[in-house]
């Protein structure tokens, strides 16, 4: 074998190569994708529970992670609405006539 033909060959090779690990990292992408999603749900479902008072009509939940909401009442049956702005839930309804205690759960 000469070395023109030994060069061509590995060339080859190299083309090969190249050409497998090209396709790897596309394959990569959608596992990558699929993992961060996994990653930023939380383990366990996160809740927070507050009291709104007589009068209110909003509460601010802090440092809540991404993922659906569930909003949870004890004493209240009128309208509200939910509201994320960043890590804050904002959960809006009408002026409480009494005290009701609100408990979120994220998944």
Known sequence: MTIEQRISNL???????????????????????????GYNKPDAPYTDTQTAYYGESEKVFY??????????????????????????IVVSFDALTDNATISIMIQ
């Open 11 to 37: 060339e080859s090779r190299l083309d090969s190569i190249q050409e497998s690990f090209i396709q790897s990292q596309r394959n990569a992408v959608e596992v990558t994708a699929k993992a961060d999603v």
């Open 63 to 88: 440092g809540v992670p991404q993922g659906n909401v569930t909003v949870f009442w004890d004493n209240y049956n009128g309208d509200y609405a939910v509201e994320r702005i960043a890590d804050r």
